[in-house]
């Protein structure tokens, strides 16, 4: 079974987690970028055709009138309310309950705790069985840890396209990624059929 792997790091924490798992295919994509590049500059270029159908997301700048910028102001307000009433529910029934959270909720809470002893645990998830197995056991073990906050977080929405890696679970206290557990499965000595005591025992050592 694997360590853990204990480390600090920035107060969000997520941009360091994703930045350690991808280092090594950031350099694999660049050498594929510039081999593609080399390509393409060897091909014959063609002009693009002038007259393009124009779609929602290519309206032109001066087609936008001040009733429309009005209402993109409108809807930044009603977003900015939304949030901060999610942010407020997840202060409130977020302890000792397992909540589902956006990549950005997820940090504004890391953020909003870093002077407190509040503890946070992420767990990242997809669509996997280890997930739903993951996610089904800890809602079953978190109302234990009455001064911890779990938050479910989609693991695409974060970044990892690689759904080996996944399930993860990140812990932080006082602002800093304390635990980064990366492919959880792999900290059970059955990685396919773990139980619920196995995951009790995980989030015992991450919440302590």
Do not use: W
């Not at 197995?133 to 929405?157: D, H, I, K, P």
Request: charged fraction near 25%.
């Amino acid at each position: 079974m694997a360590d853990f792997n204990h480390h600090a790091g920035p107060q969000t924490g997520v941009k360091g987690v994703i930045a350690d798992y991808q280092q090594a295919q950031l350099e694999q994509r660049q050498r594929q970028e510039q081999e593609a590049a080399a390509a393409k500059a060897a091909q014959p270029h063609y002009p693009a055709p002038q007259n393009v159908d124009q779609t929602l997301f290519t309206k032109k700048e001066h087609e936008l009138s001040s009733d429309e910028d009005l209402d993109d102001l409108d809807d930044d307000s009603v977003f900015k309310e939304y949030r901060e009433a999610r942010l407020a529910e997840l202060h409130q029934t977020g302890f000792g309950v397992l909540k589902d959270a956006t990549p950005d909720e997820y940090v504004d809470m890391v953020d909003q705790h870093a002077q407190s002893d509040v503890s946070i645990v992420v767990v990242l998830v997809n669509t996997s069985r280890a997930s739903k197995r993951l996610v089904e056991f800890m809602q079953a073990e978190v109302g234990t840890f009455t001064n911890t906050m779990f938050l479910c977080v989609q693991a695409s929405e974060c970044g990892f396209s690689d759904p080996h890696v996944v399930p993860i679970i990140l812990g932080y206290r006082y602002g800093e990624l304390k635990h980064n557990i990366v492919r959880v499965v792999d900290q059970f000595a059955d990685p396919i059929n773990f139980d619920r005591q196995h995951v009790a025992k995980l989030l015992g050592k991450v919440c302590q």
